[in-house]
């Protein structure tokens, strides 16, 4: 097991899983030391690791831009998914039954894999996104095919504290017949959020009910901000 797989194993596991069935999100504590998110965002300016690159601006998607990451991922990527997968699927399983929703997810990722390919998703997701001064992710979901996984995660890269100002990470939930309901989810370098994909089992006066839930990134007022996008399911 490497360093940052035993990282991601020793984490408070059982709080994380309360977490993200109560609110739909949870965070992790600082898991990449600095060293590590240094040299993943330096990759951002390889362009032999990335299968394609997205201006934001062209799609209206916000400003700034972000790369797929091409196969083979980085092995912290790979560690990171491999590491936070076996651990989540017990959760967006829960989560399906109480929606009473059909899916079910494999317990591997290699199997989450194989279950992506017979639906034609085969690219890999990943990404690493970068924001300079008046950039921002408008509120979204990452959904790429008939499979997606419920839960994904995001890792700051960059330092808060020394890098950037503003540049918020933003979680906003739809609930039936009601008014949404947002939260800023404050980020340390290196610290993971685990957050629902596209819904989440919220319980009501008549049981459990999908709240929607979309993610993105307030304005950068300053600085540069880059961060990890680790997706589980594949694309079309």
């Not at 651990?87 to 967006?92: C, N, T, W």
Request: aromatic share 10%.
């Amino acid at each position: 097991m490497s360093d940052l797989a035993a990282r991601v194993a020793a984490l408070p596991w059982e709080a994380i899983g309360a977490e993200l069935d109560a609110r739909g999100f949870a965070t992790t504590g600082p898991v990449l030391e600095a060293a590590e998110c240094a040299e993943l965002a330096a990759l951002y300016g390889e362009e032999r690791r990335f299968r394609s690159r997205v201006d934001m601006a062209r799609f209206r998607f916000g400003m700034g831009e972000y790369k797929y990451f091409a196969a083979p991922l980085p092995e912290p990527v790979t560690a990171l998914r491999e590491g936070l997968y076996p651990r989540l699927a017990p959760i967006a399983n829960r989560w399906m039954e109480r929606l009473g929703a059909r899916e079910r997810y494999p317990a591997s990722l290699a199997g989450l894999a194989r279950l992506c390919a017979r639906h034609g998703q085969t690219r890999p997701t990943p990404l690493l996104l970068h924001y300079t001064a008046g950039g921002y992710n408008c509120l979204h979901q990452d959904l790429y095919g008939a499979v997606a996984f419920p839960l994904q995660a995001t890792v700051l890269l960059s330092d808060p504290t020394a890098d950037f100002t503003g540049g918020e990470f933003l979680l906003v939930e739809q609930r039936p017949r009601a008014q949404s309901a947002g939260q800023v989810v404050p980020l340390r370098r290196g610290e993971v959020v685990l957050f629902a994909t596209r819904h989440r089992p919220a319980r009501g006066a008549r049981g459990w009910y999908r709240a929607q839930l979309r993610h993105g990134v307030s304005e950068v007022r300053s600085g540069e901000r880059y961060t990890l996008g680790v997706i589980f399911h594949d694309a079309e």
